[in-house]
């Protein structure tokens, strides 16, 4: 495993280290950046492309980072050629674009931490590595402020880590941004009294003005749009469904901390009727008359719930087809996902060429 044996590799160095942590110990930070860091707890704004401010922030993080670089570079050689021990290199392992991951799990005093990151910085560019990311738990937050003083930045940040990222190159990087969009469901259910589920909510901009709409939510980590719709409707409404197809979807931008949002409208079989609202986030939960619901006047208002009730009544009532969800494998791993398709349309034109071709 190169992985694991580049990871074992330390970089020798003689032992004077009264040296390294005298450097270490007391390290020269440029007061401007030192206020960058203590500015950089606050939320961190997603990229924009073609933004002034974004390609100002993104060329100073450049221009930081080459600069940290070179000071990191010449501080290393200097005590490689001057002392006598050994610091060894990060744990990591290689990822597959010819970059790194370091993914700390164990507490590190944060002066061993800075040795052991400049070291393994000047190794890893001898080696040709261009990508570095550190993955930092939650637990160990007192290290970010040495690997943001070589230059790294915020990549993204959950629950539980940070994931900083570095630049090796003298070039301008390539590495991918953050995730971009967040993903919701909206529920279009009817019976067979076409009467469509609705429900009120406690919360949000439509709270105390007695205003029904469809089930709607946000899909979890990890979760397909088709098990998200069934679970939200079960959770708001305590209906059980199936899901049949994804009827539309909207993207829209800014819509959560900056942050892209894309909206997959559902069409959802019911297969329980007696309605058990959601107490936390449900005011109210009802079957309604589909025509008593078209004609509130936030429906009428409302371009996109409009969109809704059209296409799901084209799907009940006309010949309208959204997309149904297939399991399909993958040639590069077990893994098994939905691709979403009108299976029905392929099916007739496959048919159709068939019989012409016979």
């Not at 009264?18 to 930070?29: A, D």
């Not at 469904?241 to 539309?248: H, I, W």
């Amino acid at each position: 495993m190169a992985a694991a044996a580049a990871a074992a590799h330390s970089l020798s160095l003689p032992r004077a280290a009264p040296l390294l942590l005298r450097l270490l110990s007391s390290p020269r930070r440029h007061p401007a950046a030192a206020r960058r860091f203590r500015c950089s707890s606050a939320p961190a704004q997603p990229h924009r492309p073609g933004g002034g401010a974004d390609r100002r922030l993104r060329g100073e993080l450049r221009s930081r980072a080459m600069s940290n670089s070179t000071k990191s570079t010449a501080l290393a050689e200097s005590v490689v050629a001057g002392s006598e021990g050994d610091v060894e290199l990060l744990p990591f392992v290689n990822d597959k674009h010819g970059g790194v991951i370091v993914e700390m799990m164990t507490p590190m005093d944060p002066q061993l931490f800075s040795a052991s990151l400049k070291a393994s910085l000047l190794k890893w560019r001898e080696q040709g590595i261009r990508g570095v990311w550190i993955k930092l738990p939650i637990n160990l937050a007192n290290l970010i402020q040495f690997a943001v003083e070589e230059g790294f930045w915020y990549h993204h940040a959950e629950e539980t880590y940070l994931m900083l990222t570095y630049w090796l190159p003298a070039t301008t990087h390539t590495l991918p941004v953050n995730a971009t969009h967040r993903v919701g469901v909206g529920a279009f259910v009817m019976n067979d009294k076409r009467e469509v589920l609705a429900v009120q909510e406690k919360s949000g901009v439509l709270r105390g003005l007695g205003v029904w709409k469809f089930p709607t939510g946000v899909v979890e980590p990890g979760e397909d749009i088709n098990i998200g719709a069934v679970r939200e409707v079960k959770e708001e409404t305590g209906i059980d469904t199936e899901f049949v197809e994804v009827l539309a979807f909207r993207q829209s931008h800014k819509a959560f901390f900056e942050k892209s949002d894309l909206f997959f409208v559902c069409i959802l079989r019911p297969l329980s009727f007696d309605i058990t609202k959601q107490e936390s986030e449900i005011e109210a939960a009802q079957w309604m008359p589909v025509e008593e619901f078209a004609a509130q006047p936030f429906v009428k208002k409302h371009e996109l719930v409009k969109y809704i009730l059209e296409v799901g009544l084209a799907k009940v009532d006309k010949d309208y087809a959204g997309f149904s969800p297939i399991l399909i494998k993958s040639a590069f791993t077990d893994k098994r996902s939905f691709f979403y398709m009108n299976r029905r349309d392929l099916d007739k034109a496959s048919e159709s060429s068939s019989t012409q071709n016979d």
